[in-house]
């Protein structure tokens, strides 16, 4: 009996895994930069965690384009669900209960939702594994650093047009952000 049930947590643990085809830091590094991609559209499924003066959590889905952002933001941050919408002019950020607030500071508004800054405007960069152009940046074995925050990227994963990041980690000073991605969608 006691052998069946620990065949059937198995085989349950099993099932459960993903058949995402993951890469650690260095293979996924020369993969990555093996490929061009031209990415105007994406689509990103995750978990962000946020350490500071406290923990935040939150599930994200972030969708991009070339006019704006919309980020997703369940479980959102210790502070219930959210959407962040982001173009070249501002940023909307809707609580739960549908109320809305409007800044054309889109880094100083998010800071002054959440207690402290996080580079929004880079992240779309970021994520991506690539960084911003036409601003300094230094670079490690497995990231980079720019704007006084450390990129550093731990895994890869197999996407239908290539290697992209699955675990990021960004850092400054006591700040430090992960996430990991659980799905990309490229056009």
């Known amino acids: 009996m006691r052998l069946g049930i620990l065949s059937l947590m198995f085989l349950l643990a099993v099932a459960g895994c993903s058949s995402v085809k993951t890469y650690d830091a260095q293979q996924g590094r020369v993969l990555s ?3 061009r991609l031209d990415i105007q559209q994406w689509k990103m499924q995750g978990r962000l965690l946020i350490k ?3 923990v935040l959590t939150a599930n994200v ?3 991009h384009n070339n006019e704006r952002d919309v980020l997703r933001l369940s479980g959102a941050l210790g502070l219930g669900a959210m959407m962040i919408e982001l173009d ?3 940023v909307v950020l809707q609580n ?4 809305k607030q ?3 500071d889109v880094d100083a508004f998010i800071a002054r939702q959440i207690g402290f800054v996080v580079p929004i405007t880079a992240l779309r960069q970021w994520v991506l594994g690539a960084y911003l152009q036409d601003v300094p940046v230094r670079q490690f074995e497995n990231g980079f650093q720019q704007l006084g925050w450390r990129i550093r990227y731990d895994e890869y994963m197999q996407t239908p047009v290539g290697i992209m990041p699955r675990r990021i980690k960004i850092t400054k000073e006591q700040i430090k952000l992960k996430l990991i991605v659980d799905q990309w969608d490229m056009q």
């Open 33 to 35: 930069q093996q490929q």
């Open 88 to 90: 070249e002019h501002e």
């Open 61 to 63: 889905q972030w969708q």
């Open 52 to 54: 500071s003066d406290e």
């Open 102 to 104: 409007v800044s054309q």
């Open 96 to 99: 739960a209960q549908g109320e």
